[in-house]
């Protein structure tokens, strides 16, 4: 049998999982029913299996694919009404534009403010750079460090783990069954979080080749237009530091991003398994057919 690859994502109360043939969404609403949206995928495009081009434009899909399932768990568990199309579309391009505000832009204003005080950051491009990466970084982390004391997000931090732990159970051979799940690491090489450590330092890279003599905006601008090439370079990096993460350089591609899951896993208990094993079992369905 063909290999399968599957990815994931944790929302509301439950877990979205994704393969080449489609995507399921389970959910467990208050009344402790555990409730499946899959849809197949009609056809994939061509331009998501082009090296180096097909990085940006599955992460756009993987984005799109999220706010369905955040809305859809939302309409679960808080018996919300379902979103039509325009507003997903809306609440794509607003978190797009926070997430450029609050990681791009904030950082390059502060690498500015600094190279008041360090000349050798306005003058030297790979200094301002560095700085800058180390800011983003920083407020990243910040970030994160923050929503994780909310309690709600400590639980979808739980069905995040327990996504992992059944992949890493499906990629070893093991029996979807929670009890036999749980036994598996909370951790995953491919996890998006491993993906951002790769955009943070290929990004340092890349702006590298940005003048440092271009003014506030034009820097801004070019940051957010090279955000596609950072984004394929990135996930090829990803795809072959999972299979070679044995290696002394997939150890290092992937350290980062493996430390950083402490923050953005926790150990779930069997419930939340059994929710992401669900999930998992849909996709899988979609395989299974004709």
Not at 2 to 30: D, H, L, Y
Not at 61 to 68: A, I, R, V, Y
Not at 252 to 271: A, N
Request: with cysteine; charged share 20%; net charge positive.
């Amino acid at each position: 049998m063909k290999k399968i690859n599957v990815g994931g994502q944790a929302v509301i109360e439950g877990v979205m999982m994704k393969s080449f043939k489609g995507w399921a969404v389970a959910v467990r609403n208050p009344k402790g029913e555990i409730v499946i949206k899959a849809e197949r995928f009609k056809k994939q495009s061509f331009l998501s299996r082009i090296p180096f081009i097909r990085g940006f434009f599955i992460l756009l899909e993987t984005l799109w694919l999220g706010m369905k399932a955040i809305d859809f768990s939302s309409k679960v568990v808080f018996d919300e009404e379902k979103s039509s199309p325009w507003s997903l579309f809306l609440s794509l391009f607003l978190a797009f534009s926070i997430g450029i505000l609050l990681f791009i832009v904030l950082p390059l204003y502060l690498t500015k403010l600094t190279g008041y005080f360090l000349n050798t950051v306005n003058i030297n491009t790979l200094a301002f750079n560095f700085v800058d990466g180390i800011l983003r970084v920083i407020i990243f982390t910040g970030y994160v460090l923050l929503i994780s004391l909310w309690s709600q997000m400590r639980r979808v931090f739980a069905y995040h783990g327990a996504e992992h732990k059944t992949i890493n159970a499906f990629e070893s051979g093991e029996n979807l069954i929670p009890e036999s799940i749980k036994r598996y690491s909370r951790f995953h090489l491919r996890c998006g979080t491993s993906f951002i450590f790769i955009v943070l330092f290929i990004s340092i890279i890349v702006f590298s080749m940005i003048p440092t003599s271009w003014n506030f905006i034009f820097k801004a601008l070019s940051r957010v237009i090279l955000l596609p090439v950072i984004a394929g370079v990135s996930y090829e990096i990803l795809k072959v530091s999972s299979k070679w993460h044995k290696s002394i350089i997939g150890k290092i591609i992937t350290m980062p991003g493996l430390i950083f899951q402490k923050i953005t896993t926790k150990e779930p208990d069997l419930s939340q398994i059994e929710v992401a094993s669900e999930a998992l079992k849909a996709v899988l369905n979609f395989s299974q057919e004709n």
